[in-house]
């Protein structure tokens, strides 16, 4: 049984909704969206996806389950991931439709942040995979060496980290990177004007991921420097559909979460342009996908245990998360990040490979 652990109310919005919002942001093309994922630098019932099943004729690929399901007889047991909000739809998309194939393997999936997935459970040695919105830092490295937790770094796919306003916010569409540090550094501009003169003077309401959370961390490395920190003065959440709540109740609220959560938001909150320098760029899968959306388009990651690959249940899910990585139904369509290509694909299983190897 898959059981997964995040905010209520948080499945994505249904096939016509999402269809529509990518004909918005310019992202129908099918074969434009599988793009770079290379590096480029608890209520229940949030389950990302919860409806697709994932390539869209039930198979597999790969070795993770087969068609005629005959796996189903033979993998059971117990996984069990924690980490990443951002990464948590996309997983949650892909455990069910794995558990689907292998009903006698249970997933529990929790949304802890990045950060505190791994120091809290990945790293101590209570969890077989780690999702991760940024790479994973060195105090958690060596964290996980002093406990013997061996692992390998997966390429999920692409995000665009998004900055959202309330849908009745008539004075913004688009902020520099500068204007944007102004209010999430530490020293943050207290109201609207002070980032800009022409915008009211109103108190700026900020609604934003955790401490614990990678996007937090890539937010602070990327776009105001690790020197100017991120403020204190914000709604602090790893639940990115509380962010969404958070804005849509104050005209002059503003907060940042991966696509996914606009994706399946894409009615009730306003997403800004971002100018990396070359004028105002909007989140879109294109735009994450050809890096044109500077400096907030991301990879996303899984970190499986070397220890824990060395279970047959827990091997084919690793490789049936990663065949299912470049699907870009259920990664596109049905969660809203960018697919990886073939050749990351392939490269990903490859390394796999070669730690399933080690583990047994």
Do not use: H, K, W
């Given at each position: 049984m898959l059981h997964v652990m995040a905010e209520k109310n948080s499945k994505v919005v249904s096939g016509s909704t999402r269809r529509k919002f990518l004909a918005v942001a310019g992202s129908t093309g099918a074969l434009a969206l599988a793009g770079c994922t290379e590096e480029s630098t608890a209520d229940d019932g949030g389950d990302g996806d919860g409806s697709g099943d994932g390539n869209g004729d039930g198979s597999s690929n790969g070795d993770g389950g087969s068609t005629d399901g005959s796996t189903s007889e033979t993998l059971s047991g117990s996984i069990n991931i924690a980490g990443s909000s951002t990464v948590f739809p996309l997983m949650s998309a892909v455990a069910e439709n794995f558990q689907r194939e292998n009903p006698e393997v249970n997933i529990d999936i929790s949304s802890t942040g990045s950060g505190g997935g791994?120091?809290?459970?990945?790293?101590?040695?209570?969890?077989?995979?780690?999702?991760?919105?940024?790479?994973?830092?060195?105090?958690?490295?060596?964290?996980?060496?002093?406990?013997?937790?061996?692992?390998?770094?997966?390429?999920?796919?692409t995000d665009a980290l998004t900055v959202v306003v309330n849908n009745d916010n008539d004075f913004v569409d688009c902020l520099t990177v500068d204007e944007l540090a102004q209010i999430w550094q530490a020293d943050a501009a207290e109201t609207w004007d002070e980032v800009r003169d022409e915008f009211p003077s109103e108190e700026i309401e900020r609604y934003g991921a955790a401490e614990t959370s990678g996007t937090h961390d890539y937010l602070v490395e990327n776009v105001q420097g690790a020197e100017a920190g991120h403020t204190s003065d914000y709604q602090a959440t790893e639940q990115d559909n509380s962010i969404v709540r958070g804005v849509q109740g104050s005209e002059y609220a503003i907060g940042y979460f991966g696509f996914a959560y606009f994706f399946q938001n894409p009615d009730q909150v306003t997403a800004l342009g971002i100018d990396g320098g070359n004028g105002c760029v909007e989140p879109s899968l294109e735009t994450a996908s050809s890096g044109e959306y500077t400096p907030l388009s991301r990879s996303l990651y899984t970190y499986p245990s070397v220890s824990s690959l060395g279970q047959e249940h827990v091997a084919e899910f690793a490789r049936y998360f990663l065949e299912q990585t470049t699907n870009e139904d259920l990664v596109a369509n049905q969660v809203g990040y960018v697919p990886s290509t073939e050749e990351t694909k392939e490269a990903q299983l490859e390394k796999l490979e070669s730690a399933i190897e080690e583990a047994n």
């Open positions: 791994f120091s809290n459970f990945f790293c101590e040695g209570d969890t077989d995979f780690n999702n991760a919105s940024r790479p994973i830092q060195p105090a958690e490295e060596e964290q996980c060496a002093n406990n013997g937790v061996e692992y390998i770094e997966l390429v999920a796919a």
